[in-house]
Every structure is written in structure tokens, then in C-alpha cells.
């Protein structure tokens, strides 16, 4: 298909995998999380595909920028919630560090496709 220029993205396709991860993921909290942990990690995964594809659309490379930005702090969220699942014994410990490496490695992709961005 690849109709739209996000679609293309290395980084794109790499988020919506990782956001299908955290959603599996969340539904595994238990059921008094549904409406607290388990939407906030899915809405903030969510959010870091959303970013880089509202981003890439008919953007000035400033407001490009931004959005990527606001990615990774969508990332930053995931990871935090990651942290409060691991406290809270919803995640093994080796999930945890499997989807921390994950996010850490998709932050230093999303932060040099920004910079790369003229």
C-alpha cells in the first residue's frame, strides 16, 4: 500500500510493532488496572506511532521536529509505566528489560531521525 509517507518509516513500522507489544502486555494487568495502568501505557504506546505519522504529514521541518519530540516523550511515558508494573509484580523482570531495551533503542532511533531532519 504505502499511500502515505509515514508508512515508509523504519522508525513508524518499529513503533506500531512495539505499541501491538504493549498492548498484549497490558492486558495481562489485572482487571482493576483496566482503566488506570493498562489505558495509560496503551494510550502513550499509542501516541508515538500517532506523533511520527501527524508529524511527517505536509509538516514544515520544524513542526516535524516537534512532533517526534513529543514521540519520545510519549516513549518516556511507556517506560515509566513499564517501571510502575514491574513495582507493582505485573511484569517478570526479564519482560521488563527486554521491552526497557526495546524503548531505549527505539529513543535513540526516533532522537537521530530528528536530528537528521533538515
Known amino acids: ?7 515508509k ?3 513508524w ?19 482493576r488496572e483496566k ?17 511520527i505519522s501527524e508529524g511527517s504529514i505536509g509538516q514544515s521541518n520544524p513542526e516535524q521536529r516537534k512532533f ?10 511507556v517506560v515509566t509505566c513499564l517501571f510502575k508494573a ?5 511484569i517478570k ?3 521488563f528489560v527486554e521491552y526497557y531495551n526495546e524503548a531505549y533503542h527505539l529513543m535513540n532511533m526516533m532522537s537521530a531521525f530528528r536530528k537528521n531532519i533538515k
Open 86 to 90: 514491574k513495582r507493582r509484580n505485573y
Open 35 to 51: 482503566y488506570n495502568l493498562a489505558s495509560q501505557i496503551r494510550r502513550a504506546a499509542d501516541s508515538i506511532a500517532l506523533n
Open 9 to 11: 518509516l523504519i522508525i
Open 93 to 95: 523482570e526479564a519482560n
Open 1 to 7: 500500500m504505502d499511500k502515505f509517507k509515514f508508512e
Open 13 to 31: 513500522q518499529k513503533v506500531m510493532d512495539f505499541g501491538e507489544i504493549i498492548d498484549k502486555l497490558a492486558m495481562s494487568f489485572p482487571d
Open 68 to 77: 517526534i519530540g513529543y514521540s519520545i516523550r510519549s516513549l518516556a511515558e
